[in-house]
């Protein structure tokens, strides 16, 4: 049975940095693409980043609003994907989940709309 788990929220200050973690099981990291979106209250899901499947061919794409600061990154080992997020600011408070398509999903609407299972979230709070 296919199962994400998010860990790694919590409380920090602006400026501060979190390493989100996304282990997964019951399916293959090697064939699956792992996105990351985050929903902050009374706002509809956001795409975050996206990773690819293929260890020879690492693709990442990132919103704009996170890119230079967020880094994703996936350990097939370890069946887990991390999302590194560095100079976090006020308005990247928000649940965070990750999720899984099958195969390399390359848009953030594709991605939606391929998604074969999501993680329960873990909240990140970014306030002095």
């Known amino acids: 049975q296919l199962q994400l788990v998010e860990s790694g929220g919590g409380l920090v200050q602006p400026g501060g940095s979190l390493r989100l973690s996304c282990a997964v099981s019951?399916?293959?990291?090697?064939?699956?693409?792992i996105g990351w979106f985050r929903q902050a209250p009374g706002k509809e899901r956001e795409a975050v980043s996206l990773?690819?499947?293929?260890?020879?061919?690492?693709?990442?794409i990132y919103a704009d609003s996170v890119r230079g600061r967020f880094t994703i990154s996936r350990d097939n080992a370890q069946n887990t994907v991390y999302l590194q997020m560095n100079s976090l600011k006020p308005e990247d408070t928000a649940v965070y989940y990750c999720?899984?398509?099958?195969?390399?999903?390359?848009?953030?609407?594709?991605?939606?709309?391929?998604?074969?299972?999501w993680g329960q979230g873990t909240q990140v709070t970014v306030s002095s």
């Open positions: 999720a899984a398509a099958p195969g390399w999903v390359s848009t953030w609407l594709a991605m939606k709309q391929e998604v074969v299972g």
């Open positions: 019951g399916f293959s990291l090697d064939r699956h693409t």
């Open positions: 990773i690819s499947p293929r260890d020879n061919t690492i693709t990442r």
